[in-house]
Structures are given as structure tokens and as C-alpha cells.
């Protein structure tokens, strides 16, 4: 069975071949351990239903050996490689797979479907040349021996990690670099700290570098290194455990300093920390202290947070604030999309269009500049049949006779599952694609 599914309408299609074990992001094969595995197959082969903890120890996982906090291991594992808005956590119950899944093999035989296409997408960026330059600037600092670190500000959906990966992609284009990419998840039940550091870790030690990286992190980092199961040897685990008495804070800051630093000596280094809204005090201690370093080091360290989800959280603000202040950080404030960049958007998703020129201006006030929404937003659009193409040609028809994809309660519903903000600009706007009140779409 091969089944295909995608986090959100433009976004790179992951493919999981469930005979051979593998699972595929755009062409290229993600590592996942065994249980990762078999857990996102029964809840991708469950899609939208809700899939509880006990379901998941009794039938993926063996009850008897495993626990369900080993069952939230396994699932921020997924998340940090398939992204936000698949997994959705249902609290204190369990978890339920959101996007749509294919089953690759039914397609083929009822339909023409073109699968290698749908298993291939290129993502544009649009616009954001500003804070690309700006990233690239940072990084040519960095390659220079001068040490950075970049916060990176925005609402959910604004296109944080959409636009670290584009710098990410286009950097590695040209240059040698190695990089490497951390989460920090909502908190839920008890957390671990560092776990948005030990993701990083486990990028690196699973990349092109891999045999240095374990190398490097034995020699500088051995708590770290044995904290992470399956990276080292048997034998090389004992050796690590002689030589580690204890892991205290100070400890595991100074060795994991060493060893970044120790990786950056010789080809540049980009660690990725995101969504820092969500981090424990440990992993901010360590920002803070990497910011503070005045060794230097090909390092750039960026690190994503949601500002307006800040006021509750004074240690990383005063983080974030002590490093801007004394000059060893800098901050990009992602803004909202212009109507030019809706407009740019709409080309790009539906190529040849006759839309009319009202239309990128009514679709960027109701998703306020948001490109999420305005994702979420046209995708409702299209399978409304308000966006439609004919003769080839994308058109907007405001008055069609299709009847919109199911009431108004399911559209607030499929927002909510891929939008975690408020509910009331959910109703607006589908209160507009449901109800097309006369006047507000363009004629
Ligand atoms: N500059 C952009 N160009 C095209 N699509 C974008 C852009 N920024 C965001 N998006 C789209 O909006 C959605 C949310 O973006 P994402 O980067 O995940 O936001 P964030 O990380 O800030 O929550 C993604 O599906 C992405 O495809
Ligand atoms: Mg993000």
C-alpha cells in the first residue's frame, strides 16, 4: 500500500510506502525509526478519526513495553518531520491524522490520476526578498567567523518556515553548509527539556556529515550524545558512560557549545530553532548562552517564535530582548502579505487566470494579509467552484449554480483544524464564500 498526503494544499507531498518502510518527502527519503513509522501508518490509514493512546499502545506499539509517554516521543518524532497541522493532539485522549490521504494503488486503477505529479510539487516563495537578503547577509557574516543568531518574528501562518527554507534550499545551492533543524511543540503533559536541541542533534547526526557530527559530539558533548539512543555503538556508549558522572545545566551547555562550535570549524553552520514560543527554560538558557559567546564561529543560529504569543512568556522576551539590545542578535518581523503578493500568489497557484483585479484585494482583506489563511482561504474558493477554470482559464464565478462544498459549520471546522487562532475570522469569511452577499466579490 503506498499512500500520498499533503500538509496543506501547496506544500511538498509525503508518500508512504507502507510494504517497504519508507516514507518520502518530495522525492527524498526521511529516516524514521521502526515505531515512528508504524505509528503515523495507523493514523494515516485512520485518517480524521480520532485515534486514542490506548488504541496506539494495544495495537502499534505492545502494551506491555512501552508507555504513553514513549507514544509522545514517538509523535512530536513525527511532527517535527511532517510539520504542523498533520497531527492534531486531541488532549488527554489522542491524536487524529487532518490531511486527506491517497491510497496510490486504488487511484491507479479507478482513475488517470497522473501520480508522479501529484508526488512532485515545486513550492514558490513569494516575495519576502527582503528578509531573504537579510538571512543571506547573516550567513555571509557567519561564514566570515563572526558568530549569529537571528530571531525571526511572526503570527502563526505568516511563513516563517517557509521562508527558512527558502534561504536554507537556495543557500545549500551554492555553498558548502550544513544544517540543522529543531522544534519546540506545544507543551503537553510533562516535557522534556532540550527537545527541540536533541531534534537538531538527530538532523545532524542523520545528514551527509553524520560520521563527524558523532565524532565531534562524543569528543565535546558525550551527554548529549548518550541522551540519544541509536546514534552511538554499544561499546562507544560504554566508553561515553565512564566519562559522564553527572548532567547538570552547566554542564550540558558548555558541551553542547563546544561541539557546535567544534562542527562549524570546518564548514558552515546553520541550526534552525522553531516556534521558541513553546520552549522550556533549558533550551532558552542555552540561546541565551550562545548569544552571549564571544568565541568565534562559523555558526548562524536562527530561531522562529510567534511575538504576539510572547506577553505570558517574560524569559524568552527578556532572551530575545538582552541579546537585540546588546547587538549580539537581530530580528526579522514578518509582515503581513500586500494585496501584490495575494495577487502574485493567485498567479502562481492557478497559472492562465482571468480573475478579476478586485479579487487579490478582497481575498488579502479577508485573510488579513495571512498567507496560511489565504491558503485555507483559496483552497475553500476552489472547492466552492467560486474559482473555476474554463476553457483552461481560471475564472471567478460569483454567480455559479454549484452548490459550495458542504454548510458553513464544515467549512469553520476544516479552518479550525489547520489554524489554531481564533475562530471569528473563520466565520466571516465563510460567511462570504458561502453566502456571496452581493458586492463583495469583484464583478
Ligand atoms: N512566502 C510564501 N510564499 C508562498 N507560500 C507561503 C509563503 N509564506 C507562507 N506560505 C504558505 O503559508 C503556509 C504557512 O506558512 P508557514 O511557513 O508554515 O508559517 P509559519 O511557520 O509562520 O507558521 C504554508 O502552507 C506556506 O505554503
Ligand atoms: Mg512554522
Not at 22 to 31: F, H, Q, R, V
Not at 136 to 164: P, S, Y
Not at 311 to 326: K, Y
Not at 421 to 434: D, F, M, S, W, Y
Amino acid at each position: 500500500m503506498t499512500l500520498l498526503f499533503r500538509r496543506f494544499h501547496s506544500s511538498p507531498a509525503f508518500r508512504l510506502d507502507v510494504g517497504d518502510g519508507k516514507l518520502w518527502k518530495d522525492g527524498c527519503e526521511i529516516l524514521l525509526g521502526r515505531k515512528p513509522f508504524a505509528i503515523l501508518v495507523h493514523l494515516a490509514t485512520h485518517q480524521n478519526r480520532l485515534v486514542t493512546q490506548d488504541e496506539l499502545l494495544e495495537t502499534v506499539l505492545g502494551k506491555q513495553a512501552a508507555s504513553e509517554s514513549l507514544v509522545r516521543t514517538h509523535v512530536h518524532r513525527l511532527r517535527v518531520v511532517l510539520g504542523d497541522g498533520v497531527i492534531q493532539t486531541v488532549a488527554g485522549r489522542g491524536y487524529r491524522f487532518l490531511p486527506a490521504v491517497d491510497n496510490v494503488d486504488e487511484l491507479r486503477s479507478v482513475s488517470d490520476v497522473d501520480v508522479p505529479k501529484l508526488a512532485k510539487t515545486s513550492r514558490s516563495t513569494i516575495g519576502r526578498a527582503q528578509e531573504l537578503a537579510c538571512l543571506e547577509t547573516h550567513f555571509r557574516r557567519a561564514r566570515e567567523r563572526q558568530r549569529q543568531l537571528l530571531f525571526i518574528d511572526g503570527d502563526q501562518g505568516l511563513g516563517k518556515t517557509t521562508l527558512v527554507d527558502a534561504f536554507i534550499e537556495q543557500t545549500a545551492r551554492g555553498t558548502r553548509l550544513v544544517s540543522a533543524r529543531g522544534a519546540c511543540s506545544q507543551p503537553f503533559g510533562r516535557r522534556e527539556p532540550y527537545v527541540a536541541l536533541f531534534d537538531a542533534l538527530a538532523d545532524l547526526c542523520r545528514g551527509a556529515h553524520r560520521k563527524r557530527v558523532v565524532e565531534v559530539l562524543a569528543r565535546y558533548a558525550p551527554t548529549w550524545l548518550l541522551q540519544m539512543p541509536g546514534i552511538a555503538t554499544d561499546a562507544e556508549e560504554e566508553r561515553l558512560r565512564l566519562r559522564v558522572r553527572d548532567s547538570v545545566e552547566p554542564r550540558m551547555l558548555r558541551e553542547l557549545a563546544e561541539a557546535l562550535d567544534a562542527i562549524a570549524a570546518q564548514t558552515p553552520l546553520v541550526i534552525v530553532l522553531e516556534d521558541l514560543q513553546w520552549a522550556d527554560a533549558a533550551t532558552l538558557n542555552v540561546i541565551a548562552a550562545l548569544a552571549r559567546s564571544r568565541t568565534p564561529s562559523r555558526m548562524l543560529l536562527i530561531a522562529t517564535f510567534r511575538g504576539s504569543e510572547l506577553a505570558p512568556r517574560r524569559h524568552l522576551a527578556q532572551v530575545i530582548g538582552d541579546a537585540t539590545i546588546e547587538g549580539r542578535a537581530d530580528l526579522i518581523s514578518l509582515g503581513s502579505w500586500t494585496e501584490v503578493e495575494v495577487s502574485d500568489y493567485l498567479a502562481v497557484r492557478f497559472g492562465r487566470h482571468a480573475f478579476p483585479s478586485g479579487l487579490a484585494a478582497a481575498i488579502g482583506q479577508l485573510a488579513a494579509g495571512n498567507p496560511l489563511f489565504t491558503e485555507i482561504l483559496v483552497d475553500e474558493l476552489e472547492s466552492s467552484r467560486l474559482l473555476s477554470p474554463k476553457d483552461g482559464i481560471w475564472t471567478l464565478s460569483a454567480r455559479s449554480r454549484q452548490s459550495p462544498r458542504g454548510s458553513r459549520t464544515a467549512f469553520v471546522r476544516r479552518w479550525t483544524s489547520r489554524w489554531s487562532g481564533t475562530r471569528e475570522p473563520a466565520e466571516r469569511a465563510a460567511a462570504l464564500v458561502k453566502e456571496r452577499p452581493a458586492g463583495f466579490w469583484p464583478p
